[in-house]
């Protein structure tokens, strides 16, 4: 039994490795955890490591048939390795428990988003996903189709290009710990993995803001920008909203 065990342990939590990416493709929900950009390169290499994992069980015996097959050629017996029934025991039991564990978060948990509420602005301040807009951005392109984090590059660099404009924006509420007049509509910024994830904020000037939205929430919210009445704010603008409203979490929540 416990070299049946031995056997499978490792083909059993690499095939639910695979199926789990298999499934998250199929479901939609591989987004949550990697950009678009990677997808069919994910989905590729899980089926070839899918097959790799069938052909070494298949084509590579197992220790304890080498073992049988060396020891029909010598008196001594390698038996198991010299394990008592106790330790082989514990190992099979661990072994049950390893490849159940993985079963229930590879399979069983459905996805989630990153953490709304573990978002700090601090990081708005140090993300690397943010950087200078390009010439290409600034120039000639229709600002309704602008992204939180298109907006977050063009403030960072002053904001003179966002004086005046309107924004039409999607996500979550982020307090400001410069007023409590302050909100940022955040959303994560991903390059390439869940991992390297970073929030994107733009600040949004509505007292009260509070008896509307919660924080971590979904919001839509609409505006114009203008210089940033709050003076214990470090931003140049921020957005005046006309509508502000809560929304349920959309099935993309992430920027790229």
């Known amino acids: 039994m416990s070299r049946l065990l031995d056997r499978w342990r490792g083909v059993v939590i690499s095939l639910l490795g695979v199926a789990a990416i298999l499934w998250l493709a199929v479901d939609g929900s591989l987004g949550l955890y990697i950009h678009p950009r990677y997808f069919v390169f994910t989905v590729v290499m899980a089926v070839i490591a899918g097959v790799a994992v069938i052909a070494a069980f298949a084509l590579v015996p197992a220790r304890g048939d080498a073992d049988d097959e060396h020891g029909h050629d010598h008196e001594h017996d390698h038996g198991t390795g010299g394990r008592s029934p106790v330790r082989r025991g514990l190992t099979a039991a661990g072994t049950l428990v390893a490849v159940a564990v993985a079963a229930v978060v590879l399979v069983v948990f459905p996805p989630s988003t990153l953490s709304t509420t573990s978002a700090s602005t601090a990081q708005l301040d140090n993300a690397t996903t943010v950087s200078a807009p390009s010439t290409e951005l600034l120039t000639g392109t229709d600002t309704a189709t602008f992204s939180v984090k298109d907006w977050a590059s063009v ?90 409203e809560p929304i349920d979490e959309p099935s993309d929540p992430y920027d790229y």
């Open 155 to 244: 403030l960072r660099q002053g904001g003179d290009f966002a004086d005046g404009r309107t924004a039409d924006l999607t996500g979550f509420v982020m307090a400001s710990p410069d007023s409590p007049d302050l909100l940022y509509v955040a959303r994560y910024v991903i390059t390439c993995c869940a991992v390297d994830a970073q929030p994107a904020g733009v600040p949004v000037y509505s007292p009260g803001w509070q008896d509307t939205v919660q924080e971590g929430a979904w919001v839509h919210v609409t505006g114009a920008f203008s210089p940033n009445p709050v003076s214990a704010s470090t931003a140049a603008y921020t957005l005046t909203p006309t509508v502000l």
